[in-house]
């Protein structure tokens, strides 16, 4: 087996080299600006704006509750991809009233610098959003893929500048570079932050899911949940979910063939009704039991949107334990 994944590896790093030859990995700004364009929500707005990051101007997106915003969440793309491919889960977590800054960049392993100097604007609270909209006091990480480590960066540096609104992390199938189980330690402050995760099934673009161990480790009773299969092929489990579920709708033909897979509609509604839901939970200090487990290792334990995709005769979901 570890032979398998040594050559899967492999393949993966080859497949990624020839990809980057073709593809720039920090959009450019014309491109990103295509997520605000027909943005459509009776509750939110979306606004393309450029943010200065340690001398380096960046274009970012700002997802706007209409009203006052409850928290703001960073929600990282991922290697190669831009913030207009997260358009569609940014906004179903603004419509939840958490307000949501993507930052277009080099997600090459999670890019630490770029987080850590995000951070130093975070806490030296100097970011201004734009329509005239306060900065939330509240802060949530999240990411998906590389944007996975990069949240756990900038995670772990505003636990280490003692910020004391900060509610913890939210991530979609990461993808662990070095240092991102010290950083989820750090966040998670021994179980006293929630650090939550939706993760794909294990396959060689999210390094047969290399942050598993990470997430079980920490202290917290609960982590989230692991959308698997739909089905089974010559006695292997297959579909069910893809590392881009949750750009969905707005992935492309580099993210198809990136994840060598097309996201599933039915595993992109559910990663973005778990996401949402565990946001706005972070951002209110609230807790909806029907999205956790008390346990995860007995799902008697868990509520009702957890069972309801654990307890069928094909498990299309389960807690990560």
């Not at 006091?137 to 772990?156: D, M, T, W």
């Not at 910020?163 to 750090?186: I, K, Q, R, T, W």
Request: net charge neutral.
């Amino acid at each position: 087996m570890k032979k398998l994944q040594r050559a899967a590896l492999a393949a993966l790093l080859a497949a990624g080299s020839a990809l980057v030859s073709v593809v720039a990995t920090a959009p450019s700004a014309s491109a990103a600006e295509v997520a605000c364009n027909s943005y459509s929500s009776s509750t939110s707005s979306c606004v393309n704006t450029q943010l200065t990051i340690a001398g380096t101007s960046h274009s970012v997106d700002w997802y706007l509750p209409n009203g006052t915003a409850s928290a703001l969440m960073v929600l990282q793309h991922g290697f190669s991809r831009g913030c207009g491919n997260l358009r569609g889960t940014s906004k179903a977590i603004a419509e939840k009233g958490v307000m949501v800054l993507c930052v277009n960049g080099d997600m090459t392993a999670g890019n630490p610098a770029l987080a850590d100097a995000l951070g130093a604007l975070l806490v030296a609270r100097t970011i201004t959003p734009p329509q005239s909209k306060p900065l939330p006091q509240r802060y949530i990480v999240s990411g998906h893929s590389a944007g996975g480590h990069f949240a756990s960066e900038l995670g772990a540096y505003l636990d280490a500048a003692g910020y004391a609104d900060f509610a913890g992390a939210v991530l979609f199938d990461p993808v662990a570079a070095e240092g991102f189980s010290a950083n989820v330690a750090a966040i998670s402050d021994g179980g006293a932050r929630p650090v939550l995760a939706v993760t794909a099934r294990p396959s060689v673009t999210n390094l047969f899911n290399n942050s598993a161990e990470a997430l079980v480790n920490l202290a917290n009773p609960y982590v989230g949940i692991q959308l698997v299969w739909s089905s089974y092929f010559l006695g292997s489990p297959t579909g069910g979910s893809c590392h881009v579920d949750v750009e969905g709708e707005n992935t492309d033909v580099i993210g198809i063939a990136g994840a060598l897979c097309s996201p599933n509609a039915t595993q992109t509604a559910r990663l973005r009704d778990f996401g949402s839901a565990w946001a706005k939970d972070l951002a209110t200090g609230s807790y909806t039991s029907a999205y956790y487990c008390t346990d995860a290792n007995v799902v008697s334990t868990c509520g009702s949107k957890v069972r309801d995709l654990v307890d069928r005769t094909l498990p299309l979901a389960a807690p990560i334990r």
